[in-house]
């Protein structure tokens, strides 16, 4: 998983703030780029020489061997609205499956060069101990969220938002990065695929946190997500998400 992330972020590199890159819309008016697609086949090439017997979910190139024993789930650059602005709150987001469930997971931000590991267990950041930061009053608490204008459409979110002590949107994984290295408490996406979900899900666990979706329900597979430093503090966001 370090070589993958240190390889693909190689190629991401060169492509962070130039001032002529090419942006695509999807089929579903989401942006891609050259870095993004190379990133993926990158990694994928990686992978099938060193495991060929191991399943991939990628974001830009569809689906291989998803009934295998381990399934590598790949989102090459998860922010890639902030990583075409010159924003550096994105990353690469790899997960790793063990027949169905996430047993291994990093976010690399390869401009910041911050590599977060996680196993469900630990979590690494540049290989040393990664930890949330613990029970907080509410009123003290750092609330993320990667797009306001979803995210305000949630029951209870003003609220929350009305309460916290700041709210900011340091979103897409480098949110859950922040949660997990004790720089913010909450993280909150409402819409989430698979390639967005399976690697956060070793990292939160491992730094000591807590993750599930928008209805305290499993977080892997699911299709909205909340991350948060301390038990108390999650119920309370999952119980205004579900007001």
């Keep these: ?21 090419a942006v695509e819309l999807k089929a579903d008016l989401t942006p891609v780029t050259e870095a993004d697609r190379g990133a993926e086949k990158l990694m994928r090439e990686m992978i099938a020489t060193t495991f060929p017997t191991h399943g991939v979910i990628g974001e830009e190139f569809g689906t291989e061997r998803p009934d ?9 650059i998860d922010g890639t609205k902030s ?32 590599l977060l590991v996680g196993d469900n267990v630990t979590a690494t950041l540049n290989g040393k101990p990664a930890h949330v930061r613990g029970p907080r009053e509410w009123s003290e608490v750092t609330l993320l969220t990667s797009d306001p204008v979803t995210a305000a459409k949630a029951p209870g979110f003003a609220a ?3 309460k916290a002590k700041l709210v900011r949107t340091w979103g897409d994984c480098y949110g859950y990065l922040l949660v997990a290295t004790g720089r913010a408490d909450v993280m909150y996406d409402p819409i989430m695929n698979l ?17 599930t979706d928008q209805r305290g329900k499993a977080p892997y597979p699911a299709t909205s997500i909340v991350a ?3 038990s ?9 998400l579900s007001a």
């Excluded at 295998?68 to 090459?76: C, K, N, Y």
């Excluded at 924003?87 to 291994?104: A, C, E, M, S």
């Design 68 to 76: 295998a024993e381990f399934v590598w789930v790949l989102d090459p």
């Design 83 to 114: 990583f075409t602005h010159g924003v550096p709150l994105f990353g690469t987001l790899i997960g790793l499956l063990h027949r169905g469930l996430p047993v291994l997971g990093c976010i690399h931000q390869p401009v910041l060069n911050e």
């Design 1 to 21: 998983m370090a070589e993958l992330a240190e390889q693909s972020g190689a190629f991401i590199r060169p492509y962070f703030g130039k001032r002529d890159l």
């Design 228 to 230: 948060s430093s301390d």
């Design 195 to 211: 390639w967005d979900i399976a690697a956060l899900v070793p990292v939160i666990r491992g730094a000591g946190g807590l993750i």
């Design 232 to 240: 108390t503090v999650h119920r309370t966001v999952i119980s205004a």
């Design 160 to 162: 929350l938002a009305e």
